[in-house]
């Protein structure tokens, strides 16, 4: 079973003003099938995300968790359906691939931080060779996102002096950058001390608060219950269930999803 | 039992001989006494052993006359030299073979390295295959084979081999043309190395710009343009040429090339850029495949040749035209032609203004042997070909670790921020990748300087042939020769070293 932890901020976060759009779709995949050689790996997804939604995806290891929001900006290929983000179908045509990443930002479990430039290098290099923003602005929204995640005065060091934490919110923070309208977050607490956890999911929750889209694979179900509209489950490459975060846990459909819930909730 | 903590109480006293800090200084003055007694046994034993068989010693014999003959030397050489200009000859033969087989070494080590990790099955197995067959076998037995079963199994003089270029291949080595430049042509050099600093401080400039601002400056876009414009001609106009004046003769090849030419040079400046590129990619394929293929097979007909070609050179125009839709627009690229045009077209201009000459002086067969060019004596082609083709495999292996050791998550969140796939290699996987590749190649480098003393084995002149060798056994002179030969390789090898850890210390990551 993978680690599964139920760490919560300690203030109460209003989800009332977070607004979903009706209307605009931010995300929609349709019939996507993957496989790695033989191994079927995702398996008729169908999934549609609406602009400001917060979408958690659970279920257990090896359940394509990941493998689905690294297809969504073509960090893996998919082979069958289509995946749609902001109106751009992703193909093999590299101009669509780098609109898509140009407005998805993606989170890693270990940071992957550019080890040998600073943190503020980290920051502003995509801004300055993808979007062409002069230095000293692209410094300006560096210096304000590092303010953002509570790390400013980090930004001359290098990666390697942070700590797990302070890492991970300057993974958050250059992502936030490239001002993407959709954010995608792949387990970006399972490395970290529970201590450290903390300091990232209020970045997180305060992310959501702003209204960004978000889509989190994570094992963090007090965030999940505290911040997500929608909670995903996955097994086996399928999605089993979809639900609202209260109803999700209280009230599960399926068998595998109350397996799963009464091995991580006590 | 426990006591009141009452401030620092003072530490316990400890015997001499247990505590760290002396036991450290004994052991060390112990170490250093021995030393001393063996280096004062060694050097007292070996004079009293040479006092005993009445030898001299001293450097005395450097100004002796050596008397002996060297076959290739860079520096004037008779037998009336003296022992110190052998010396001198021995360590430039040394360092010409070990430079020229750095360079080569490189070059072929990282088109290796890279090829290995190619997703081309063929490419990469290929490249496999070379570096461990070659790494595999020792050195010595490489250089005998490049020697006895390669170079001096070829023809003799009357019976040599042509090879492209003038270039003739015998027992006695390599023939090469002698480049002979006249007066002027050192202008054309001197401009060549000023017009390439230039492009090379302009490309710096435009790029400091391009970073501080965003943009490239506009006259460097716009120069840009031009030397785009300018380039698309000059290489239509080219293939055109030899296409209409080899493959279909035309009556007027020129004036048909130099308007097509200046037609698709235009059109580079328009939005159909993309098309002029696709039919540029198509011209060179063409006149190449055309050109190369039907003279390596004359037999098929001329016909099928060009079909086939045409329908190659189609699939690769395909994918030059796509290429091209994808290109930035030119305000936000590196202005390479730009910067290949001022390098290669000023020296050019030069070289036409002034009227200077190269010319090349050509080996010419007479009765005996040749006459003229450059003659490489087999020895030396033995020893820099060996030793490229074997330092090249561990090169190929550093470069590979080298890559491979950036994770592949530095590429996924470089191409997860939208950094295309250029700016991504030289941003991020390049920076990287070169912290792990520039010491183990520092030792390949050495490894190759100190190979190169295997050359003695085939008989090429270099240090320890000429020096511990010939001038050792005639002079007796035996640890004074090892000595200064010592001397030369370790010099060579810690100036190496110092140069490379600088640089070391200079790129390393910050940890904290």
Same mark, same amino acid.
């Given at each position: 079973?993978?680690?599964?932890?139920?760490?919560?901020?300690?203030?109460?976060?209003?989800?009332?003003?977070?607004?979903?759009?009706?209307?605009?779709?931010?995300?929609?995949?349709?019939?996507?099938?993957?496989?790695?050689?033989?191994?079927?790996?995702?398996?008729?997804?169908?999934?549609?995300?609406?602009?400001?939604?917060?979408?958690?995806?659970?279920?257990?290891?090896?359940?394509?968790?990941?493998?689905?929001?690294?297809?969504?900006?073509?960090?893996?290929?998919?082979?069958?359906?289509?995946?749609?983000?902001?109106?751009?179908?992703?193909?093999?045509?590299?101009?669509?691939?780098?609109?898509?990443?140009?407005?998805?930002?993606?989170?890693?479990?270990?940071?992957?931080?550019?080890?040998?430039?600073?943190?503020?290098?980290?920051?502003?290099?995509?801004?300055?060779?993808?979007?062409?923003?002069?230095?000293?602005?692209?410094?300006?929204?560096?210096?304000?996102?590092?303010?953002?995640?509570?790390?400013?005065?980090?930004?001359?060091?290098?990666?390697?002096?942070?700590?797990? /934490?302070?890492?991970?919110? #300057? $993974?958050?923070?250059?992502?936030?950058?490239? %001002?993407?309208? &959709?954010?995608?977050?792949? !387990? =970006?607490?399972?490395?970290?001390?529970?201590?450290?956890?903390?300091?990232?999911?209020?970045?997180?929750?305060?992310?959501?608060?702003?209204?960004?889209?978000?889509?989190?694979?994570?094992?963090?179900? /007090?965030?999940?219950?505290? #911040? $997500?509209?929608?909670?995903?489950?996955?097994? %086996?490459?399928? &999605?089993?269930?979809?639900? !609202? =975060?209260?109803?999700?846990?209280?009230?599960?459909?399926?068998?595998?999803?109350?397996?799963?819930?009464?091995?991580?909730?006590? | 039992?426990?006591?009141?903590?009452?401030?620092?109480?003072?530490?316990?006293?400890?015997?001499?001989?247990?505590?760290?800090?002396?036991?450290?200084?004994?052991?060390?003055?112990?170490?250093?006494?021995?030393?001393?007694?063996?280096?004062?046994?060694?050097?007292?034993?070996?004079?009293?052993?040479?006092?005993?068989?009445?030898?001299?010693?001293?450097?005395?014999?450097?100004?002796?006359?050596?008397?002996?003959?060297?076959?290739?030397?860079?520096?004037?050489?008779?037998?009336?030299?003296?022992?110190?200009?052998?010396?001198?000859?021995?360590?430039?033969?040394?360092?010409?073979?070990?430079?020229?087989?750095?360079?080569?070494?490189?070059?072929?080590?990282?088109?290796?390295?890279?090829?290995?990790?190619?997703?081309?099955?063929?490419?990469?197995?290929?490249?496999?295959?070379?570096?461990?067959?070659?790494?595999?076998?020792?050195?010595?037995?490489?250089?005998?084979?490049?020697?006895?079963?390669?170079?001096?199994?070829?023809?003799?003089?009357?019976?040599?081999?042509?090879?492209?270029?003038?270039?003739?291949?015998?027992?006695?080595?390599?023939?090469?043309?002698?480049?002979?430049?006249?007066?002027?042509?050192?202008?054309?050099?001197?401009?060549?190395?000023?017009?390439?600093?230039?492009?090379?401080?302009?490309?710096?400039?435009?790029?400091?710009?391009?970073?501080?601002?965003?943009?490239?400056?506009?006259?460097?876009?716009?120069?840009?343009?031009?030397?785009?414009?300018?380039?698309?001609?000059?290489?239509?106009?080219?293939?055109?040429?030899?296409?209409?004046?080899?493959?279909?003769?035309?009556?007027?090849?020129?004036?048909?090339?130099?308007?097509?030419?200046?037609?698709?040079?235009?059109?580079?400046?328009?939005?159909?850029?993309?098309?002029?590129?696709?039919?540029?990619?198509?011209?060179?394929?063409?006149?190449?495949?055309?050109?190369?293929?039907?003279?390596?097979?004359?037999?098929?007909?001329?016909?099928?040749?060009?079909?086939?070609?045409?329908?190659?050179?189609?699939?690769?125009?395909?994918?030059?035209?796509?290429?091209?839709?994808?290109?930035?627009?030119?305000?936000?690229?590196?202005?390479?032609?730009?910067?290949?045009?001022?390098?290669?077209?000023?020296?050019?201009?030069?070289?036409?203004?002034?009227?200077?000459?190269?010319?090349?002086?050509?080996?010419?067969?007479?009765?005996?042997?040749?006459?003229?060019?450059?003659?490489?004596?087999?020895?030396?082609?033995?020893?820099?070909?060996?030793?490229?083709?074997?330092?090249?495999?561990?090169?190929?292996?550093?470069?590979?670790?080298?890559?491979?050791?950036?994770?592949?998550?530095?590429?996924?969140?470089?191409?997860?921020?939208?950094?295309?796939?250029?700016?991504?290699?030289?941003?991020?996987?390049?920076?990287?990748?070169?912290?792990?590749?520039?010491?183990?190649?520092?030792?390949?480098?050495?490894?190759?300087?100190?190979?190169?003393?295997?050359?003695?084995?085939?008989?090429?002149?270099?240090?320890?042939?000429?020096?511990?060798?010939?001038?050792?056994?005639?002079?007796?002179?035996?640890?004074?020769?090892?000595?200064?030969?010592?001397?030369?390789?370790?010099?060579?090898?810690?100036?190496?070293?110092?140069?490379?850890?600088?640089?070391?210390?200079?790129?390393?990551?910050?940890?904290?």
């Amino acid at each position: 079973m993978s680690q599964v932890s139920e760490t919560t901020v300690d203030r109460p976060v209003d989800t009332s003003h977070m607004k979903v759009s009706s209307t605009n779709v931010a995300i929609e995949v349709i019939g996507m099938h993957k496989w790695y050689s033989d191994f079927h790996v995702l398996r008729d997804i169908n999934l549609k995300v609406m602009e400001g939604e917060r979408i958690v995806i659970a279920g257990p290891s090896g359940s394509g968790k990941s493998t689905l929001i690294r297809c969504i900006n073509r960090l893996e290929e998919h082979q069958e359906g289509q995946i749609i983000v902001n109106g751009t179908e992703l193909t093999a045509d590299l101009k669509r691939i780098d609109e898509v990443r140009r407005e998805v930002g993606m989170v890693f479990q270990h940071f992957n931080l550019f080890p040998h430039l600073t943190i503020l290098e980290n920051l502003t290099l995509a801004p300055i060779w993808v979007r062409g923003i002069p230095k000293a602005e692209a410094e300006a929204t560096a210096m304000h996102y590092l303010e953002r995640v509570k790390i400013p005065e980090q930004a001359l060091k290098y990666p390697g002096q942070l700590s797990g /934490g302070q890492q991970q919110r #300057v $993974a958050i923070a250059r992502s936030l950058c490239m %001002q993407p309208k &959709i954010m995608l977050f792949d !387990e =970006p607490t399972s490395a970290l001390d529970p201590e450290m956890v903390k300091e990232v999911l209020e970045v997180m929750i305060s992310l959501a608060e702003e209204g960004m889209t978000m889509i989190c694979v994570t094992h963090e179900m /007090g965030f999940a219950r505290q #911040v $997500a509209n929608r909670v995903i489950f996955m097994d %086996q490459g399928q &999605i089993i269930e979809q639900n !609202e =975060p209260e109803a999700f846990f209280s009230n599960p459909q399926h068998e595998r999803t109350k397996l799963f819930l009464s091995q991580i909730l006590h | 039992m426990t006591t009141l903590d009452t401030g620092p109480a003072a530490a316990p006293r400890v015997a001499f001989y247990n505590d760290p800090v002396i036991r450290g200084i004994i052991y060390q003055v112990v170490v250093a006494v021995l030393l001393v007694t063996f280096i004062a046994w060694i050097v007292g034993n070996t004079a009293t052993n040479l006092a005993a068989q009445n030898k001299t010693t001293g450097f005395d014999f450097l100004w002796k006359t050596a008397g002996f003959d060297i076959s290739f030397s860079l520096l004037p050489w008779s037998r009336g030299s003296y022992y110190w200009e052998a010396f001198l000859v021995g360590i430039t033969n040394t360092l010409l073979v070990a430079f020229i087989g750095i360079i080569l070494a490189t070059m072929l080590g990282f088109t290796i390295g890279i090829a290995r990790l190619s997703s081309n099955f063929i490419v990469a197995r290929l490249a496999t295959i070379y570096i461990e067959t070659i790494r595999n076998i020792p050195l010595l037995l490489q250089l005998f084979f490049w020697y006895f079963a390669v170079l001096k199994a070829m023809p003799a003089v009357r019976e040599s081999l042509a090879l492209p270029l003038d270039i003739f291949i015998n027992q006695r080595g390599l023939m090469v043309p002698r480049p002979t430049p006249d007066q002027e042509f050192t202008w054309v050099l001197v401009t060549f190395g000023l017009a390439l600093a230039g492009a090379i401080a302009l490309g710096i400039w435009a790029t400091r710009v391009r970073t501080l601002t965003g943009k490239y400056p506009r006259e460097v876009v716009l120069a840009g343009k031009v030397a785009d414009a300018c380039v698309t001609f000059l290489v239509a106009f080219t293939a055109l040429f030899i296409l209409f004046s080899v493959a279909f003769p035309l009556s007027h090849a020129p004036l048909v090339a130099a308007v097509v030419a200046v037609v698709l040079a235009a059109f580079s400046l328009t939005r159909f850029a993309a098309i002029s590129r696709g039919v540029l990619t198509f011209l060179i394929a063409f006149v190449l495949l055309d050109t190369i293929v039907g003279a390596m097979f004359a037999w098929v007909p001329s016909l099928l040749v060009s079909v086939l070609s045409a329908m190659i050179a189609l699939t690769i125009a395909r994918v030059g035209y796509v290429g091209a839709l994808s290109r930035p627009p030119s305000e936000a690229r590196f202005p390479l032609a730009l910067l290949v045009l001022i390098a290669l077209g000023v020296p050019g201009l030069v070289y036409w203004l002034t009227g200077a000459t190269l010319v090349f002086e050509v080996p010419v067969l007479q009765r005996f042997n040749f006459v003229g060019g450059l003659q490489l004596p087999p020895e030396f082609v033995a020893l820099a070909f060996g030793l490229t083709i074997y330092t090249a495999a561990f090169i190929a292996e550093t470069v590979r670790g080298g890559i491979q050791a950036v994770s592949r998550g530095q590429t996924e969140a470089a191409q997860s921020l939208g950094l295309k796939d250029g700016d991504r290699l030289r941003l991020v996987v390049v920076p990287q990748a070169m912290r792990v590749i520039i010491p183990p190649l520092t030792s390949q480098y050495l490894n190759l300087t100190k190979n190169s003393s295997l050359g003695a084995a085939i008989g090429y002149p270099e240090l320890v042939n000429v020096f511990a060798g010939t001038s050792l056994n005639q002079t007796g002179r035996a640890i004074e020769c090892i000595a200064m030969v010592m001397l030369v390789y370790l010099t060579l090898s810690l100036l190496t070293s110092a140069i490379m850890n600088w640089y070391n210390a200079r790129v390393s990551l910050v940890e904290r």
